[in-house]
């Protein structure tokens, strides 16, 4: 099993930046990927962004790509996704995920709480 706790969400302006993080605890050494999803209301869950945790690689969804950078600090076991030139369409609740088994973009299983991030315009 895989804990996954986030934290960082908030309210900011159009055009701010925030940064989340996600700490996982457990059985880590079985995680291979780690990625943030974000549900806003009444619309579908979308994966923002996903990390190969160990070479790095990555993913960003097509609504991301330039403003929002995932990373992650193997030696503080930490996740992050930097927000940057935020939008209100970015206001969702966002979580952090893990996937053992499957790819950047598939296979998830352990699920963060999730943390709430609000654009305002």
């Known amino acids: 099993q895989v804990q996954l706790v986030e934290a960082g969400g908030g309210l900011v302006q159009a055009g701010g930046s925030l940064r989340l993080s996600c700490v996982p605890s457990?059985?880590?050494?079985?995680?291979?990927?780690m990625g943030w999803f974000r549900r806003a209301p009444g619309k579908d869950s979308e994966l923002v962004a996903a990390i190969n945790w160990s070479d790095a690689n990555t993913y960003y969804g097509n609504s991301v790509k330039g403003r929002f950078t995932i990373s992650r600090d193997s030696a503080k076991n930490t996740m992050y996704l930097q927000m940057n030139s935020l939008k209100p369409e970015d206001t969702a609740v966002y979580y952090c995920?893990?996937?053992?088994?499957?790819?950047?973009?598939?296979?998830?299983?352990?699920w963060g709480q999730g943390t709430q991030v609000t654009v305002s315009s």
């Open positions: 995920a893990a996937s053992q088994w499957g790819s950047l973009t598939t296979g998830y299983t352990y």
């Open positions: 457990g059985r880590t050494i079985s995680m291979r990927f």
